[in-house]
């Protein structure tokens, strides 16, 4: 009986210890340049859902399309349908690993520069990509950060000859995501 009650108290430890390897965020931003010097086009989205498992360093985001906000209604409306094609397309996606996380300690307050690799899905189209980031641990929180260059074409998004001058052929994307404890 003595010998249940430990076992069973050092598996509710264990979880527990395990649980608090695990981080979310539903306030995530990210944000975009696609424009040229002709004309601002950029947009921010301020709610990316996002996980972060520090025990194994997967990590997934997910980006409502539709989510983005822009400086004119417009520029929104001829994303989300020329470009974006939002209703088709209502996500983007990145599931992935932080490759160096044996470089990184959550328990530790810092800075720890990251490498992620992963599957990047936008318009449907996966794409595995590399990229650097930074994570900055503060107490029970993790505020991670990267950005990185999308072509356009990589991800089958035409640019319609009428506006090639002013949308350029990459985007500029970054992302910045508060981590907390998920409970």
Same mark, same amino acid.
Do not use: C, R
């Given at each position: 009986m003595k010998k249940t009650i430990i076992l069973t108290l050092l598996i509710c430890i264990a979880g527990f210890a395990n649980a608090q390897t695990k981080y979310s965020t539903k306030t995530g931003k990210a944000w975009f340049d696609a424009g040229t010097g002709m004309e601002d086009i950029t947009g921010t989205n301020k709610s990316v859902l996002s996980v972060f498992d520090a025990s194994t360093g997967? /990590? *997934?985001?997910?980006?409502?399309? !539709?989510?983005? %906000?822009?400086? +004119?209604? #417009? #520029?929104? %409306?001829?994303?989300? %349908?020329?470009? /974006?094609? $939002?209703? !088709?397309? @209502?996500? +983007?996606t990145f599931s992935g690993v932080v490759t160096n996380m044996d470089k990184v300690n959550v328990a530790k307050d810092g800075t720890y520069p990251v490498l992620v690799n992963g599957k990047l899905t936008i318009h449907g189209v996966e794409k595995q990509i590399e990229?650097?980031?930074?994570?900055?641990? $503060?107490? *029970? +929180?993790?505020?991670? $950060? +990267? %950005?990185?260059i999308v072509t356009m074409d990589d991800y089958k998004i035409a640019? @319609?000859?009428?506006?090639?001058? !002013? #949308? $350029? !052929?990459t985007a500029k994307i970054k992302i910045n995501c508060n981590y907390s404890i998920l409970k």
């Open positions: 997967k /990590m *997934q985001f997910k980006i409502t399309i !539709k989510a983005f %906000e822009f400086w +004119s209604a #417009l #520029l929104g %409306e001829h994303f989300n %349908e020329n470009y /974006m094609e $939002s209703d !088709k397309y @209502p996500f +983007s990229t650097k980031g930074i994570f900055k641990v $503060s107490g *029970q +929180s993790i505020d991670a $950060s +990267s %950005e990185f640019i @319609p000859n009428v506006v090639k001058d !002013k #949308l $350029s !052929k």
